[in-house]
């Protein structure tokens, strides 16, 4: 509020009705949207420099996965860190800590808001995520944010820490491509009841010609496995792309299995069993 009024914005005017006050000293029109981005936005006028959004809030604008079943996010606090020596700062509606890393260790996110680098996020946050979700987390910053050397780099640079032997089992699990934390999920239910391993995204090629990628294939006997969330039956194009890619996999002789979020969370037996009859038929052995 100081520098809107010495820019010569009247007191009156800053409590005007178009107006909402998210923090102390802090106003936004009030026709802007409450979403996230809008949200640490405006947390970003009340943080001191050098601060970086972590936690839930980060994962979110790098599109990263989370926990299974948490809260709605908006009813959260957003999450931030600074680099000592500031003292982390009491701002209503944010969660705010130090971290060391969060200095030189940031990113930019499309909307332009500074994130821990998504490596030191997944170091800051899988001590307090589910296993499988910190394997998740993992390999959705192997996909789009960093290269497992750097992974590697992050961890080493934990050595000693108390999470520093959790972060190296989880590391070892990660596989690229992943496309979505579901996937992870599905592969490690089905090494986990001791299932081959598949292979992540690997293209399917045919006399020279490119004719799909499932998410998890055992390309010596043909089998893939595809995870449709939601989206694959809401969206129209995004449904027929499916079809057309599961027909041309089985002209080539291949199995495909389709799994839901159902499937791997509410009747994962059955899944396991579904898999691994198909391998079984196809002539695979373990």
């Given at each position: 509020m100081q520098e809107a009024q010495a820019l010569g914005v009247s007191r009156e005017r800053l409590r005007g009705r178009d107006l909402r006050a998210p923090h102390r000293g802090v106003r936004v029109p009030a026709d802007l949207p409450d979403d996230l981005v809008t949200r640490c936005r405006a947390a970003s006028l009340a943080l001191p420099a050098g601060a970086v959004f972590t936690?839930?809030?980060a994962a979110v604008l790098c599109e990263l996965p989370w926990r299974l079943g948490a809260p709605p996010l908006l009813s959260q606090p957003l999450e931030a860190v600074v680099p000592p020596p500031l003292r982390a700062p009491r701002i209503d509606g944010v969660v705010a800590g130090r971290s060391r890393w969060a200095g030189a260790?940031?990113?930019l996110v499309p909307s332009g808001l500074r994130v821990l680098h998504p490596a030191h996020l997944w170091c800051e946050a899988a001590v307090d995520l589910p296993f499988v979700d910190a394997v998740a987390l993992a390999d959705g910053v192997r996909r789009a944010w960093a290269t497992q050397e750097v992974m590697e780099a992050a961890v080493t640079a934990r050595a000693?820490?108390?999470?520093?032997?959790?972060?190296?089992?989880v590391l070892a699990l990660v596989r690229y491509p992943v496309d979505s934390g579901m996937e992870t999920h599905v592969r490690l239910l089905l090494v986990g009841c001791g299932l081959p391993e598949p292979v992540c995204g690997r293209d399917v090629v045919v006399d020279g010609g490119w004719v799909a990628r499932p998410d998890l294939s055992w390309p010596?006997?043909?089998?893939?496995?595809?995870?449709?969330?939601?989206h694959h039956r809401t969206d129209a194009q995004q449904w027929a792309s499916d079809i057309r890619r599961r027909q041309l996999l089985e002209r080539h002789g291949w199995r495909v299995v389709v799994l839901t979020a159902a499937d791997v969370l509410r009747w994962p037996e059955q899944a396991v069993a579904l898999v691994t009859a198909v391998l079984q038929e196809r002539g695979m052995r373990w």
């Open positions: 936690g839930r809030t260790s940031h990113r000693g820490d108390r999470t520093c032997v959790l972060l190296r089992r010596q006997v043909r089998v893939a496995v595809e995870y449709d969330g939601g």
